[in-house]
């Protein structure tokens, strides 16, 4: 195999489309070197969709030549058609919301702040870790609090949050 570019691998790593098994690709065109990268995942996911759609490729066998799942190729065929080449990238890892400032949490954190309006977010967080026993940081309490005023569609409304100021 030829010798991979460094910054190459940096760039895909960066933007999460480096393919962790590109020795897994064994499909020619990758394999040959030149245009196509099998550690380019982007490229590896589009071309095993494309062979399935254009060329018939049965998709247990466009799987296996390029090292993926049968559910990962019919996902990527989904991706693809429903959001184009951009859908075929990875999305972000971790968490996508707050796990502990659920809705009950919050409705109960409004509540303690419309009876009163002077509790600090300090006071709301330790609130929430007497009531719900969660422990969560007085800024993740604002940020939380603030969002759900912006979008009214959140959860019922309640006492803006301040914008300015150290609340605890």
């Given amino acids: 195999m030829a010798r991979r570019d460094d910054a190459k691998d940096a760039a895909l790593a960066a933007s999460r489309t480096l393919n962790g098994d590109p020795q897994k690709v064994t499909d020619p065109a990758f394999t040959a070197g030149g245009f196509f990268d099998p550690a380019d995942l982007l490229?590896?996911?589009y071309e095993m969709v494309r062979q399935v759609e254009v060329e018939g490729v049965p998709v247990a066998a466009a799987a296996r030549t390029f090292g993926f799942a049968r559910q990962s190729a019919y996902n990527a065929r989904a991706a693809l058609a429903a959001g184009g080449l951009a859908a075929l990238i990875p999305g972000k890892p971790g968490p996508k919301g707050g796990h502990k400032l659920t809705g009950p949490v919050l409705d109960h954190l409004q509540a303690l702040l419309e009876q009163d309006p002077r509790l600090t977010f300090g006071e709301?967080?330790?609130?929430a870790a007497q009531r719900f026993g969660i422990q969560v940081h007085p800024r993740s309490v604002r940020r939380a609090l603030e969002r759900r005023?912006?979008?009214?569609?959140?959860?019922?409304?309640?006492?803006?949050?301040?914008?300015?100021?150290r609340r605890g």
């Fill in 149 to 165: 005023t912006a979008d009214p569609g959140a959860g019922p409304a309640g006492p803006a949050a301040p914008k300015s100021g």
């Fill in 124 to 127: 709301l967080a330790a609130q």
């Fill in 43 to 45: 490229q590896v996911k």
